[in-house]
């Protein structure tokens, strides 16, 4: 730790520089203000003394915990301490100054800044322990939104996992049966991280609520109306944040799919007898634009078919050199597995925490 001494005199300055050292003290002295700013935010700096007020008023917001000091010849102005005050100095000075005088009001200085540290450090522990219980709470409500796992409608099995960059998460899955013979599933992924982005998967819920309530037949069929009608709520809640999904309607009877996307990737995918197929296609997020419509498509889903979809944070949890090498990884690998714990264990869990991460994995079973 040590003291700044700013004066662009400095030879005028070696005189108080003299005696802070030889009171124990580790002054430096500097002529440029840039360069004081730059060893105050590299840390290390207990005070910047200084026999301009418009010189310390011109080095801003010193780093918590570093005091600023007029030093004055005599007089000291009236107007000069005013000025202080209002720069908000810790300190003035009238030299010369005896030694004892010097110590025990740099002390005093340094003592207040230290108790002053200890109390903002105090008062952060208690926010950042009030907004962790917060969040915790909130966590145990939005773990609460999420659906049975697994869950099973007729020969189809539904498992999930989501996986938190923070305590709260942006992504979100669904599915729940719409009729006797048709069930709806979603994986949605909101920009962003953290409470406010999870604060839209209550609002995804809510919809989810709303869709077995009040869904038209068409949209068993054409679930791009679906996507159309959650576009146009979230941009009539005003919220500022959009949102990529897939989403889909799987018919149980006729073992078919229909599925629509809004900028969610990466591609869900569907695993069968002849490989993987990538259920790709193009579409703007939700929230964004108005009056937007989204593409319907559908694919037969045999017995024995399974299919996955991910948010993009998974990615992360790749090792590989491009993004196109990381798709033929991940691509490889739920051709590969057939249940979520053999699929997980392929990925890189030591890199969590990095993206919101989730999964969705349909089995159409035996």
């Known amino acids: 730790m040590s003291l ?20 124990g003290f580790n002054p430096l002295t500097i002529a440029e203000i840039k360069s004081a700013q730059q060893l105050c935010q590299a840390g290390g700096v207990q005070a910047v003394l200084s ?10 917001v010193l780093p918590a915990g570093t005091a600023s000091i007029y030093v004055s010849q005599p007089p000291l102005e009236l107007d000069d301490v005013l000025l202080c005050l ?30 002053w540290v200890a109390g903002a450090n105090a008062e952060l ?10 969040q915790r709470a909130g966590q145990y409500i939005q773990l609460g939104m999420l659906p049975p796992n697994p869950m099973g409608i007729g020969h189809f099995r539904l498992q999930h996992r989501v996986e938190p960059s923070l305590i709260l998460s942006g992504d979100f899955v669904d599915y729940f049966q719409i009729t006797d013979r048709h069930f709806a599933c979603y994986v949605a992924d909101v920009a962003g991280h953290g409470a406010s982005s999870a604060f839209v998967t209550v609002l995804l819920k809510n919809f989810s609520r709303r869709l077995r309530r009040e869904y038209r037949l068409s949209m068993l069929r054409q679930p791009g109306e679906v996507l159309t009608w959650i576009n146009n709520e979230l941009i009539d809640q ?22 629509a996307n809004a900028a969610h990737f990466p591609p869900a995918m569907l695993v069968g007898d002849d490989g993987v197929i990538n259920l790709e296609q193009k579409g703007k997020p939700l929230g964004i634009f108005e009056n937007t419509e989204f593409q319907s498509q559908a694919v037969d889903f045999p017995r024995g078919a399974r299919v996955v979809v991910f948010s993009d944070g998974v990615l992360d949890l790749i090792h590989a050199d491009s993004l196109e090498a990381k798709e033929r990884q991940l691509l490889e690998t739920v051709r590969q597995c057939q249940d979520m714990e053999s699929l997980w264990d392929c990925f890189d869990t030591t890199k969590l925490g990095q993206d919101d991460i989730s999964c969705l994995m349909i089995s159409h079973e035996y």
Request: with cysteine; aromatic share 6%.
């Open 125 to 134: 522990l208690t926010m950042r322990t009030e907004l962790e219980r917060d």
């Open 238 to 259: 005003q919220i500022d944040k959009h949102v990529a999904m897939f989403f889909g309607v799987v018919d149980v009877q006729d073992s078919r799919l229909y599925y």
């Open 4 to 23: 700044l001494v700013l004066d662009p005199d400095t030879a005028a300055a070696q005189e108080l520089h003299r005696q802070l050292q030889d009171l």
């Open 51 to 60: 026999a301009s007020v418009t010189t310390l008023n011109d080095m801003g």
């Open 86 to 115: 209002q720069a908000g100095v810790q300190d003035c000075w009238q030299l010369p100054m005896s030694d004892a005088e010097m110590r025990s009001r740099l002390g005093a200085v340094l003592m207040r800044m230290e108790q």
